[in-house]
């Protein structure tokens, strides 16, 4: 059984091509950032931490991707740089093995989904991994479902990947993705 990373990588994957620009609103460390650079033309990685920008050029400086732009900004002003997206992967909660108290906030998480909804290209998909077991964490969550739930079931397919039988707030997946009108 696929755990829900490799479900996100295997649902966008799905989609990409070698002409997909592609969005990673939350690069973090770096993993889903490098790997939407081996299948995307174009990446452009997110983050307000200095930490998860060093981290993620110093895995691309490894791995000689040069396709991908990292941007020092948070996800809810992604329209100041893109145009149109193919997919997108968000990662919700804090930046693992970094200041825990740096989460991602219910508002401008919504906005950047809101901006990333109208960049998606028709067919166009969008993983978000929904971590929430750290204070905030349930908040972001119920907002975050409160919204999707607002989502045209004619333009939007959204699904959900979750375990049931675990303990300790489990992560789970949701998918989005954009109809062809």
């Known amino acids: 059984m696929k755990n829900p ?10 989609v990409l091509t070698d ?17 939407l650079a081996k299948h995307a033309k174009k990446v ?8 998860a920008l060093k981290t993620t050029k110093e895995k691309l400086l490894t791995s000689g ?16 740089y ?10 919700l909660g804090y930046l693992p093995k970094a200041d825990k108290t740096i989460v991602t906030k219910p508002d401008s998480t919504i906005k950047a989904l809101e901006k990333t909804l109208a960049l998606l290209k028709a067919g166009g ?10 204070d905030g964490g349930q908040i972001e ?5 409160q919204f999707l ?19 300790n707030y489990p992560p789970f997946l949701i998918m989005i993705e954009k109809r062809s009108l």
Not at 65 to 80: G, K
């Open 125 to 134: 998909r969008i993983s978000i991994m929904v971590y929430y077991g750290h």
């Open 65 to 80: 991707y040069q396709n991908v732009q990292l941007v020092l900004d948070s996800h809810e002003h992604i329209d100041n």
């Open 82 to 91: 893109l145009s149109e997206i193919d997919v997108a992967i968000f990662n």
């Open 44 to 51: 452009y990685a997110f983050d307000i931490q200095e930490i």
């Open 149 to 167: 739930k607002t989502l045209s079931q004619n333009q939007y397919t959204v699904m959900r990947y979750q375990p049931v039988n675990q303990v």
């Open 19 to 35: 002409q997909s620009i592609a969005l990673d609103a939350t690069m973090g460390n770096g993993y889903d950032t490098l790997f």
């Open 5 to 14: 990373i490799q479900l996100s990588h295997d649902f966008l994957a799905e």
């Open 141 to 145: 969550k119920d907002a975050l479902e």
